[in-house]
């Protein structure tokens, strides 16, 4: 759905992950966290797919691990992402002498 069709839809939850995407081998050997633009950062490290997470089976903790790493992840590339307008200004600020 397109913000024409919904102006709220960056309030939204996100779609589930499409079946494509998604790990599809007969074992998950090796499991590699990256961002994923989703909520779950598993990625399959020989098919680069989603990983469920019951697939890999760790406890709560972990999970409230993996998902505070999500989170800092997704803020900082934000704020870089966000960032291009500023580097002009950054830069001439770091080229100003400092006053006495």
Same mark, same amino acid.
């Given at each position: 759905?397109?913000?024409?069709?919904? %102006?709220?839809?960056? &309030? @939204?939850?996100?779609?589930?992950?499409? $079946? *494509?995407?998604?790990?599809?081998? /007969?074992?998950?050997?090796?499991?590699?966290?990256?961002?994923?633009?989703?909520?779950? %950062?598993?990625?399959? &490290? @020989?098919?680069?797919?989603?990983?469920? $997470? *019951?697939?890999?089976?760790?406890? /709560?903790?972990?999970?409230?691990?993996?998902?505070?790493?999500?989170?800092?992840?997704?803020?900082?590339?934000? &704020?870089?992402?966000?960032?291009?307008?500023?580097?002009?200004?950054?830069?001439?600020?770091?080229?100003?002498?400092?006053?006495?």
């Amino acid at each position: 759905m397109s913000n024409e069709a919904d %102006p709220f839809w960056k &309030l @939204r939850p996100p779609p589930p992950t499409p $079946p *494509e995407e998604l790990c599809s081998c /007969a074992r998950t050997s090796s499991v590699v966290l990256q961002s994923r633009l989703g909520s779950n %950062p598993l990625a399959c &490290l @020989r098919c680069n797919g989603e990983v469920a $997470p *019951e697939r890999v089976g760790f406890t /709560a903790a972990l999970a409230e691990e993996l998902a505070f790493w999500r989170d800092f992840h997704d803020a900082f590339y934000t &704020l870089w992402l966000d960032s291009g307008e500023f580097e002009d200004w950054a830069r001439a600020l770091s080229r100003t002498p400092e006053v006495p």
